[in-house]
């Protein structure tokens, strides 16, 4: 079954202190990864899509890695204005169009 | 330049009824595609809607339609409302059924009591 999911659930930081978050997948022909941030009450941010092993995409404090089994979201000195829960979707072949997501992380960067 | 615009923000229904949620995509976006997001839970693909048809559809029963307006503007109807109904409902829209990006709504918020 194809699937999505995310680690951890939660996940709480020091203002300045690096992490990452995982997405791991296991779909039939990955389409493209796709990263998003949503803040409580609002619908999903656009941040990246990734379509190949081996590609990154960096925005802000923000970088966004892809293997053939899971994509990580690193986050480079984290402020309180990144707290948020961070989603990972996937497109796969015989998907059609539609994005599946996993259940997100729940960031919060405390000063 | 506006976002994609939802309406209403919220709204409560009993079980049993039947309500219309409304959507406007971004300036420019032809597409538009319809997700239920659960407490806590990722959003869940309802439908697409690409030149007034339904492109593709999700795991949903068919209580779930919709519709698309000349005007690229969309309707998403739930008849028959269960408690399990109740989630934040997003709108996201699209320049083309395969685009890379999406621009979501805030959603409407469905309370089903």
């Known amino acids: 079954e194809d699937q999505v999911t995310q680690s951890p659930e939660a996940l709480r930081l020091q203002e300045g202190e690096s992490s990452s978050l995982n997405c791991s997948y296991t779909?039939?022909?990955?389409?493209?990864l796709f990263w998003y941030r949503q803040d409580p009450g609002k619908g999903p941010e656009f941040l990246f899509t990734?379509?190949?092993a081996g590609e990154e995409k960096e925005k802000e404090r923000l970088k966004a890695t892809l293997t053939k089994k899971e994509s990580f979201l690193h986050i480079t000195a984290p402020k309180p204005e990144d707290s948020a829960t961070y989603l990972c979707?996937?497109?796969?072949?015989?998907?059609?169009?539609?994005?599946?997501f996993g259940t997100g992380t729940q960031l919060k960067v405390e000063l | 330049d506006a976002g994609v615009t939802q309406s209403p923000t919220h709204l409560i229904k009993t079980r049993g009824q039947q309500v219309t949620l409304r959507c406007s995509p971004k300036?420019?976006?032809?597409?538009v595609s319809w997700y239920q997001q659960a407490l806590g839970q990722g959003p869940q693909f309802i439908f697409q809607?690409?030149?007034?048809?339904?492109?593709q559809r999700g795991n949903f029963p068919d209580r779930f339609s919709g519709h698309q307006f000349p005007n690229y503007s969309s309707e998403l109807n739930v008849n028959a409302l269960l408690l399990g109904d109740s989630a934040l409902y997003l709108c996201?829209?699209?320049?083309?059924?395969?685009?890379?990006?999406?621009?979501f709504g805030s959603g409407t918020r469905l309370t089903v009591v």
């Open positions: 996201a829209s699209s320049l083309g059924h395969s685009a890379e990006r999406y621009t």
């Open positions: 779909v039939s022909g990955l389409r493209g």
């Open positions: 990734l379509y190949s």
């Open positions: 979707a996937v497109r796969f072949t015989g998907g059609g169009n539609k994005l599946t």
């Open positions: 300036s420019g976006h032809d597409t």
């Open positions: 809607y690409y030149e007034e048809e339904e492109r």
